[in-house]
């Protein structure tokens, strides 16, 4: 096991969450999934990041899976962050949240293939953007478990805010 970089901080190995009778609900890339029923919401990620958003009061809760940071202009999907974490706000908002009381909990960006030859290193990227949307909607992140050189499993349980995340 490699030690923990700065930007991901070490975290114990865990059990699978009991699920509760919760609906499970797969998260591929360049999706988005909202629940205002107790629901699991899982995905796996390597340089790709996950933004859950939660409302504890109304116990709304969801989860997006974005791959690149900025959208290209004939393509605006959820496949880009900048299209991703808006919709995602919309989308809890329209299923009963407030959008006062949301918190956030962001996930992923690995540097899962190092620099893509230019230095850059697109997990970075796709995080800095997660966390500048994020304050700039004035969105609090309550946890974060980014970076690093390994992929992550995450599973949101909407209805209590928990996430639990494996490293692979």
Same mark, same amino acid.
């Given at each position: 096991?490699?030690?923990?970089?700065?930007?991901?901080?070490?975290?114990?190995?865990?059990?699978?969450?009991?699920?509760?009778?919760?609906?499970?609900?797969?998260?591929?890339?360049?999706?988005?999934?909202?629940?205002?029923?107790?629901?699991?919401?899982?995905?796996?990620?390597?340089?790709?990041?996950?933004?859950?958003?939660?409302?504890?009061?109304?116990?709304?809760?969801?989860?997006?899976?974005?791959?690149?940071?900025?959208?290209?202009?004939?393509?605006?999907?959820? /496949?880009?962050?900048?299209?991703?974490?808006?919709?995602?706000?919309?989308?809890?908002?329209?299923?009963?949240?407030?959008?006062?009381?949301?918190?956030?909990?962001?996930?992923?960006?690995?540097?899962?293939?190092?620099?893509?030859?230019?230095?850059?290193?697109?997990?970075?990227?796709?995080?800095?953007?997660?966390?500048?949307?994020?304050?700039?909607?004035?969105?609090?992140?309550?946890? /974060?478990?980014?970076?690093?050189?390994?992929? /992550?499993?995450?599973?949101?349980?909407?209805?209590?805010?928990?996430?639990?995340?494996?490293?692979?």
């Amino acid at each position: 096991m490699s030690p923990p970089s700065s930007t991901a901080p070490a975290r114990p190995v865990l059990a699978a969450p009991d699920l509760g009778g919760r609906t499970l609900v797969y998260l591929h890339a360049g999706q988005i999934a909202i629940a205002s029923e107790p629901a699991a919401i899982t995905t796996v990620l390597g340089s790709c990041v996950a933004v859950c958003l939660r409302d504890p009061d109304s116990r709304v809760g969801g989860m997006n899976h974005f791959l690149l940071p900025h959208h290209v202009e004939r393509e605006r999907s959820p /496949r880009f962050g900048s299209c991703a974490i808006p919709a995602l706000i919309d989308a809890v908002v329209r299923a009963g949240a407030s959008r006062r009381a949301l918190v956030a909990k962001v996930f992923g960006g690995a540097s899962v293939l190092g620099a893509l030859g230019t230095g850059r290193h697109l997990g970075d990227e796709n995080v800095q953007l997660a966390l500048r949307l994020l304050e700039e909607e004035r969105i609090p992140v309550l946890d /974060r478990d980014v970076g690093g050189t390994r992929g /992550r499993k995450v599973v949101l349980l909407t209805d209590e805010g928990t996430a639990w995340v494996r490293q692979l």
